[in-house]
């Protein structure tokens, strides 16, 4: 079974600090990863996706993947209480996507 | 932007009622995706589709089918409702070229069975 394992949380953190959510995966034929922010009662919003190894920046949001130890985290720095929500990680094989079951932030005003 | 419409945002049906929900994009994506989204397990795939009128089950198909006439529309069919299939049900589409596999979501539909 090919599997996306994320801690649920919560992780809480104080306004302005960096979070740090991580993500392991089983399926060493992933080839595509991505993170998506899923506020309460509402559908994921994607906010980032990696192909290759090595970090990858997008405003105050950092994805970085290591394929050989098959890991994958983001970091969202200057943390801010709208930040606060469920994020998913998942793999990708081809199109086929799995996605774990989500770690919950929640920042501190 | 991608915009993913899903037919209803809240449902309650009857157990035994067929049931029907409707997925719209406007991003001329080839893939279709079916989810179920329970708390504590996730999302689990019930279906997709790659083209008009194709196919593929996912991990967790039974007691769903699927419909796609058109490229841009993929109807989930739950033919005789049960309480288990009380979820939020999240369609998203994505496309087929390899450099981009990013998938993108509906409002999601929360269906309550009694």
């Known amino acids: 079974q090919k599997e996306v394992e994320q801690n649920s949380g919560p992780l809480s953190v104080p306004e302005g600090a960096i979070a740090s959510l991580n993500c392991t995966y089983s399926?060493?034929?992933?080839?595509?990863f991505f993170w998506y922010r899923q506020y309460s009662g509402k559908s994921p919003e994607l906010i980032m996706s990696?192909?290759?190894?090595g970090d990858k920046e997008d405003g105050r949001f950092t994805a970085q993947l290591n394929k050989a130890s098959q890991y994958v985290s983001l970091l969202i720095r200057d943390s801010q209480p709208s930040d606060s929500a469920t994020y998913l990680c998942?793999?990708?094989?081809?199109?086929?996507?799995?996605f774990g079951a989500g770690t919950r932030l929640f920042v501190k005003a | 932007d991608v915009k993913v419409t899903q037919s209803s945002r809240y449902l309650v049906k009857r157990t035994g009622e067929k049931v029907f929900l409707e997925c719209v994009q406007d991003?001329?994506?080839?893939?279709m995706f079916w989810y179920r989204q329970d708390p504590g397990l996730g999302l689990r795939l019930i279906y997709f589709?790659?083209?008009?009128?194709?196919?593929e089950k996912g991990d967790i198909p039974e007691g769903y089918s699927v419909s796609r006439e058109k490229k841009e529309r993929f109807s989930l069919i739950l033919e005789s409702a049960s309480t288990n299939q009380t979820s939020m049900y999240l369609c998203?589409?994505?496309?087929?070229?390899?450099?981009?596999?990013?998938?993108?979501f509906g409002p999601g539909t929360r269906l309550t069975v009694t």
């Open positions: 998203a589409s994505s496309f087929l070229a390899a450099s981009s596999y990013e998938q993108y």
């Open positions: 399926d060493r034929g992933s080839q595509s």
């Open positions: 990696i192909y290759s190894n």
């Open positions: 998942a793999g990708g094989r081809g199109f086929k996507t799995i």
């Open positions: 991003m001329d994506h080839e893939n």
């Open positions: 589709s790659y083209d008009v009128k194709m196919k």
